[in-house]
Structure formats: structure tokens, C-alpha cells
């Protein structure tokens, strides 16, 4: 899917459509779990990950998860899926806003989530 939902949903969520900026609705939930589901490991998806989220999540560089760490993804993983999505697009704390990737779309994230969290859905 050539399209960025997340975006779509952040800005709705900035403009006073949802109740709650920061809370997800059931609704968008299931639509980034969709993206998740369907997003694969591809050549183009390794090539943007390694000029990208590689720079931190190899090392662990200002905390980040590192790739493949099982323990220090599994407090993470338990945010739910949509919620790695969102905080990856908007940026999570030292985490910058999509982890430096500016031509990724949404499913491009959700390959890399599963990929760097061993997440198999
Ligand atoms: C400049 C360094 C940097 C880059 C580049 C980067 N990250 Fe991160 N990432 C971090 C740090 C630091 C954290 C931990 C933030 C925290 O928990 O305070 C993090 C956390 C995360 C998390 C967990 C968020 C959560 O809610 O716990 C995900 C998912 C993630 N990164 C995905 C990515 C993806 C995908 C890319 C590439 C597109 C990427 N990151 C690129 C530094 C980076």
C-alpha cells in the first residue's frame, strides 16, 4: 500500500475529530493492525533500514531497542502494534519522528517493527 493512514490519522487526531489525541480508537487500531499484518521483509525495505533505523537500533544508540533483543522489545511489543506504528511516525522521546526514514510509507514501518521485534503478525 502506497499511502501513509498514519499520517492521515494524526492529523484528524490533531484537529479535534478525536476525543483523544493520544488514545487510539478501535477503529484505527484495526486499520494500522491491517498494515501490520500485510507488511513483508523486502530488498527495499533492508536498504531504507539500514540508511535509517540501523544507525540507532544496531547499537542501541541513546537507548534505542536493539535489533533482534527479545527482553528489551518485549515491554514495547506490549503497547500493541498500532501503537509502535504511531510512535514511530510522530517520534518517541529520543526516538525521532519516523526514525529518520522520509520516504518510508506505512507499511515500510511495519516490516521494520517486525523485523527489528521478531513480531511474526
Ligand atoms: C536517532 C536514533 C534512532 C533512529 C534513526 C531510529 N530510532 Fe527507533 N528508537 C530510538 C530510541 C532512542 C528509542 C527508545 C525511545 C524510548 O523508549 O525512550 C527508539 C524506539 C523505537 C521503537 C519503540 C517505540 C515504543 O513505543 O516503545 C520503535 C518501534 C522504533 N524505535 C522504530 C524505529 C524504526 C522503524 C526506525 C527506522 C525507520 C527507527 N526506529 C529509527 C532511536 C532511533
Keep these: 500500500m502506497n499511502f501513509r493512514i498514519l ?3 494524526i492529523s484528524l487526531a490533531g484537529s479535534g475529530c478525536s476525543e483523544n489525541a493520544n488514545v487510539l480508537s478501535q477503529k484505527e487500531i484495526q486499520a494500522i493492525q ?5 507488511a513483508e521483509q523486502t530488498p ?3 536498504e531504507k533500514w539500514s540508511r535509517s533505523c540501523a544507525l540507532c537500533h ?8 536493539r535489533m533482534g ?3 528489551a522489545w518485549k515491554p514495547r ?6 501503537q509502535l506504528m504511531v510512535n514511530t511516525v510522530r ?10 526514514c522520509m520516504d518510508c510509507e506505512d507499511n515500510d514501518f511495519a516490516a521494520m517493527i517486525k ?3 521478531g513480531i511474526d503478525k
Design 91 to 100: 517520534g518517541f522521546n529520543r526516538m525521532p519522528p519516523l526514525g529518520y
Design 44 to 46: 527495499d525495505v533492508l
Design 58 to 65: 544496531v547499537n542501541g544508540e541513546g537507548g534505542a531497542p
Design 7 to 9: 499520517f492521515v490519522l
Design 69 to 71: 533483543d527479545a527482553s
Design 77 to 82: 511489543i506490549a503497547k500493541g502494534n498500532a
Design 34 to 38: 491491517l498494515v501490520f499484518d500485510a
Design 115 to 117: 523485523m527489528m521485534a
